[in-house]
């Protein structure tokens, strides 16, 4: 059965876009939720529309996104920790400090699912990759100190 997608489906498509799937996906699925119409000459040419301003949209994103990437780019994030065992940290830092962090120095809200890191548990230097949108990363650096 064709679809006309009014909005965004993951793994399938993007609004305006007509797909073929199964009838009972359309059906069950897809029309109920509204995420998508009978494709008939009235609605393709008022989703015709519907499509430019969201591959606009799109590309909004993707500049802002860009933006921020060069922003974020090699920024140093510290985090002063107290010590225990020379190195050994007692409280480790995880994505969800670093998003934190990115948040009140650049005013970016971050999901920490977005952020790609091991568990700091040491003293020292160590990257995060910060996932901003579809292949657009930037990377960060974690610096870990001793606590005065």
């Known amino acids: 059965m064709k679809v006309l997608l009014i909005r ?4 399938l498509g993007i609004p305006g876009d007509v797909v073929d799937v199964r009838d009972g996906y359309a059906r069950n699925y897809l029309l109920p939720r509204k995420l998508g119409v009978v494709p008939t000459v009235h609605e393709l040419s008022r989703f015709g529309e519907l ?3 969201y591959e606009t949209e799109l590309a909004d ?8 990437a ?8 510290l985090f002063p920790r107290r010590v225990h ?8 830092v995880r994505p969800q400090d670093v998003a934190r962090e990115l948040e009140s120095r650049f005013g970016v809200k971050l ?5 790609r890191m091991d568990t700091v548990e040491r003293l020292g230097e160590h990257q995060a990759e910060v996932l901003l949108y579809e292949n657009i ?3 960060v650096k974690v610096t870990v100190t001793p606590a005065a």
């Open 8 to 11: 965004e489906v993951p793994g």
């Open 51 to 53: 499509r430019s301003r």
């Open 61 to 68: 994103r993707h500049a802002q996104a860009q933006a921020l």
């Open 70 to 77: 060069e922003k974020l780019q090699g920024a140093e994030l």
């Open 85 to 92: 065992d020379k190195d050994k940290l007692y409280a480790a």
């Open 111 to 115: 999901d920490p699912d977005r952020i």
């Open 137 to 139: 990363k930037a990377t």
